[in-house]
T-cell receptor, first 113, second 114 residues
Framework: EPEVTQTPSHQVTQMGQEVILRCVPISNHLYFYWYRQILGQKVEFLVS????????KSEIFDDQFSVERPDGSNFTLKIRSTKLEDSAMYFC???????????FGPGTRLTVT | AQSVTQPDIHITVSEGASLELRCNYS??????LFWYVQSPGQGLQLLLK??????LVQGIKGFEAEFKRSQSSFNLRKPSVHWSDAAEYFCAVGAQAAGNKLTFGGGTRVLVKP
């Protein structure tokens, strides 16, 4: 069964560094999302992406964050100048045209030191 | 704005006993409702979903959920819990439109006693 994949599974970075989290959505899916989950807290929506542009973003998703679909398969989340509070599990999700259930990847645990 | 409340942060249940996890949502129109399960260190796995039609929906791993519009609830149930059901369970609501975000509840952590 096709699944969403994410790399790396764990990323450790120093405060102020830039990180890129990578996702490969399921191949025929058209809608892509990033969510995050700070340890012990609820899963929070960051951004949705369709037709090569952002369709919705949360107030968390400020200028520090950006998303890109650089080719036909990858979907990336870039975090510039990371802060300690960016430490979280970041989930990528996707869904195909015509359905509304989102398929989640296994997540990337980002630790900012 | 849409929101989801899961009133129970932790639930402990004996193996073989029944389980019910509560979920209340707030949404201005007809919602799409989901239950996801997250095992420790793992991602989110979809257990079941409600879009329309029969208000009792069946999911994977023997779970079911009932949509009650009058109570704005979507409670998850399992008749007989297995030790492998120990995990965190998240209820989520989404708009009936593609590309819309999911809003998650705070989660309920289920512990299973032998």
């Amino acid at each position: 069964e096709p699944e969403v994949t994410q790399t790396p599974s764990h990323q450790v970075t120093q405060m102020g560094q830039e990180v890129i989290l990578r996702c490969v959505p399921i191949s025929n899916h058209l809608y892509f999302y990033w969510y995050r989950q700070i340890l012990g807290q609820k899963v929070e929506f960051l951004v949705s992406f369709y037709n090569n542009e952002i369709s919705e973003k949360s107030e968390i998703f400020d200028d520090q964050f950006s998303v890109e679909r650089p080719d036909g398969s990858n979907f990336t989340l870039k975090i510039r100048s990371t802060k300690l509070e960016d430490s979280a599990m970041y989930f990528c999700a996707s869904n195909p045209q015509g359905t509304y259930e989102q398929y989640f990847g296994p997540g990337t645990r980002l630790t900012v030191t | 704005a849409q929101s989801v409340t899961q009133p129970d942060i932790h639930i402990t249940v004996s193996e073989g006993a029944s389980l019910e996890l509560r979920c209340n949502y707030s949404y201005g129109a007809t919602p799409y409702l989901f239950w996801y399960v997250q095992s420790p260190g793992q991602g989110l796995q979809l257990l079941l979903k409600y879009f329309s039609g029969d208000t009792l929906v069946q999911g994977i791993k023997g779970f079911e959920a009932e949509f009650k519009r009058s109570q704005s609830s979507f409670n998850l149930r399992k008749p007989s819990v297995h030790w492998s059901d120990a995990a965190e369970y998240f209820c989520a609501v989404g708009a009936q439109a593609a590309g819309n975000k999911l809003t998650f509840g705070g989660g309920t952590r289920v512990l299973v006693k032998p």
